[in-house]
Structures are given as C-alpha cells and as structure tokens.
C-alpha cells in the first residue's frame, strides 16, 4: 500500500506530485553528499492544494509530505518515494512525525497570533525526517494580517522547509501567497471511485457505500459519515422532506426554525464533549485549589479560553447548517434534471417520489430561482446574518419558487 492510495481520483495530481517527491529525494541526497544540487528540479518550497469540498486536498497534502518524509530502502534502487510501510511514511500519514507539522482550525479564521507561532516553527531544521513540511488544511481562513504573516515566510523560506497550504479556490487565497505557490487543482471524485475506497478501506456494504457516494455527489468525508452514522442519515432524511413542508407561511417559518435548531443541537453536543475537558484541563494547568477556585492573575486565560470555545461552537453550527443547505442543493438539482428530461444520475433516489411531486408542480425558471435561494442563504451566513434570519429568507423564497 503506497501512501497515494487514498488519493481518490487524482491521477493526474499523484503523478505530478510523485515526481516532485523523487526530486525532492534526490535533492536532499546531493545536499547530504555534498555534490552538485540536479538542475531542473520538478521540487518547490510552496503548494496550492485547491479543489472543492471532499475533493481530498488534505488527503493529498498529508500523502505528498509522507513521500518527501519517506527512508525506504528501496528508493536507492531505483524505487518511487512513498512506500507506505517504512517510519517516514507512516507516522507522516498518521500525524506522529517530529517534522510533519498539520495545522487545521475549528474556529471561525486563523489569527496573526497563530500564524507567528507556525512561521517559528517553520524556520527550524528537520529534526529526523528529511523536510521539514508545514500542511496548512484551512489556507482560506487566515487573516489578512495572518497572511501577510505568512508571506514573509513563503517569500523566504529556510532551506528545508515545504509548504502545503489548502483552500477551496485560488481566489480564497491572498494574490500575494498564491503567487508564490505551485498550484495543483483537485477534482470532484467519481462516485464509484468513493464507493469502492468505502468499501476497500473501511469495510462498508456495497449497496450501503454506492448510496452514500451518490447522495453526497463525490464528497468522500461526508460519504463516510453518511454510510456509518444513523444520525447523520436520520438528519439528511428530515433535510430533504422540507421541500414538501414550505406551502404555506407557517410551515415555512417552522421548517426554517427546526433547521437552525438542529444545527444548533449539533454544534452544543459537539462542543460540550470538547469544552468541559478543554476547561478542566486548563483548570489543572493553572493550579485551581480545592472547591474550583482559580489563583489570582488567571481570569483572563479563562476568559480567552471561553472566547475560543465560543467562536467553535459558531463554526460547528454553520458547519451543520451548511452541510443541510448542501443537501438541500443537491434535491433540487435532481429536480431539475427530472424536469429538464436528463440522463444524468440522481443523487437522491431514495426519495425519488418527493422528486417526482415537486418536479411535477414546478417549472424548470422556479426551480434555478429555488437554488439561487439556497445559495443565497449560504453566502448570508458567510457573512455573518443570523442564522433564523437567513433561513427564513431562504424558505419564504422556496415557498413563492
């Protein structure tokens, strides 16, 4: 098993970047010899990992740095960087290697604060691994003053250091950072590709596995979770009866509210797991005394702590809400393509006789407008409108078509 293998669909990203990991492999052999550095290296400093969501952009990231981390044996011979089996490989993937470092956030951006620490870091030797590799899985949520941060960093980079920066799209990357960077685009997986890794590595049903890379159209993540949480399929199942719900005002107003609570529920289940060890860890730290007081000096550490617990618990809720809107643009894609007579695949069979009624009592114009509505609503909440409100919106617009 090679370190590409749950690179989905990537044919043309694996072997661009296999290439690289051997220049790479054979870059640091000459430094180490001594010898003359290879001209025409396919290796740089910085990557742009884009693509659209579930397209593996991390997966592709974590795979890359697992290459350039790889000590097998049998790269003297002649063998690709990769193997999959050795220590560089496998605590790469894992996430346990000394110089492999995987910044994600679960909060709503990446400050300046934390962008420093990770330009410090980036600045150090590799300690046992050949590179030293920086993945940063949520590029599109630095900053400005966080990517200006980075840029210094991008723009002169130690001499061993690799940058793996991921977004959705080049445009949600400062022009000044993605210009610095080799760009790779991922594509959306096919759907048997999804189905057959579900059924490869992780065991699933075939008929349950196709119907979860169908319904989540190629989003590899979201097609695990579906295929083995009863309470996702149970969420996604109530998503898609809203369309049948908003005849009137009232049922709209209601399907909207039952939206935002579910998505809120998510975010305080989530949240609650992570928060109580998260305050208690830190209560520790600080040396809290017997019946929960804290020492003087402490109260703004537990303040910031607070504010972060806070803002992920925003970001978990328009994560759920996001990913209902989701489901929501793909029913009436499949509408669409009922009305328009096309042979395209639905994403939504299990409910086809939901399709088939709003197909029926609806015109093509109505339903572009009705997922207009839906993409409105996302954008709304990117910006920051109440949730209540945004989904109201939508809803209203989804009722009058």
């Not at 489901?327 to 639905?346: E, K, M, P």
């Not at 088939?356 to 990117?382: F, K, M, N, Q």
Request: net charge neutral; with cysteine; charged share 30%.
């Amino acid at each position: 098993m090679s370190v590409w293998d749950d690179l989905v669909g990537q044919d043309r990203v694996q072997e661009q970047l296999g290439a690289a990991a051997q220049d790479a492999d054979a870059l640091v052999t000459a430094i180490s010899a001594g010898e003359r550095v290879p001209p025409g290296s396919r290796m740089t400093h910085a990557w742009l990992f884009t693509g659209p969501p579930g397209s593996g952009r991390s997966t592709a990231a974590r795979a890359f740095a697992a290459a350039l981390q790889c000590t097998s044996p049998d790269r003297a011979l002649g063998g690709a960087p990769g193997c999959g089996f050795c220590d560089g490989c496998h605590t790469s993937l894992v996430g346990t290697h000394a110089d492999v470092d995987v910044v994600r956030t679960d909060l709503l951006s990446i400050g300046v604060k934390e962008t420093r620490e990770l330009v410090r870091r980036a600045q150090l030797s590799p300690a046992v691994g050949r590179w030293q590799v920086i993945i940063l899985e949520d590029a599109d949520r630095l900053t400005e003053g966080a990517g200006n941060v980075l840029l210094k960093a991008v723009e002169e980079p130690a001499p061993r250091t690799v940058w793996l920066l991921c977004a959705p799209s080049l445009e949600d990357v400062l022009p000044t950072i993605r210009s610095r960077c080799r760009h790779l685009t991922l594509r959306t997986p096919p759907v048997d590709a999804v189905a057959d890794v579900l059924i490869r590595r992780d065991g699933i049903d075939p008929e349950r596995a196709a119907s979860a890379a169908r319904a989540t159209q190629g989003h590899i993540g979201r097609a695990r979770r579906l295929a083995t949480d009863e309470k996702a399929r149970a969420r996604r199942a109530a998503v898609l009866k809203l369309p049948l719900r908003v005849d009137d005002i009232g049922g709209c107003l209601k399907a909207a509210q039952e939206l935002v609570d579910t998505a809120a529920d998510d975010a305080k289940q989530v949240s609650e797991e992570v928060d109580v060890k998260e305050t208690e860890d830190m209560k520790a730290a600080l040396g809290a005394v017997a019946g929960g007081r804290m020492p003087r000096g402490t109260a703004g550490v537990m303040k910031e702590l607070e504010d972060k617990q806070k803002r992920r618990k925003t970001r978990t809720q328009r994560d759920s809400l996001d990913l209902a809107l989701t489901d929501l643009t793909g029913f009436y894609r499949d509408v669409l393509a009922l009305q328009l007579g096309s042979q395209i695949a639905l994403s939504n069979v299990d409910v086809r006789d939901a399709l088939d009624r709003i197909a029926r009592s609806s015109t093509p114009e109505r339903t572009l407008r009705r997922i207009e509505a839906v993409i409105a609503c996302r954008r709304a909440l990117d910006r920051n409108v109440a949730p209540l409100l945004a989904v109201e919106a939508m809803t209203m617009t989804l009722r009058a078509g």
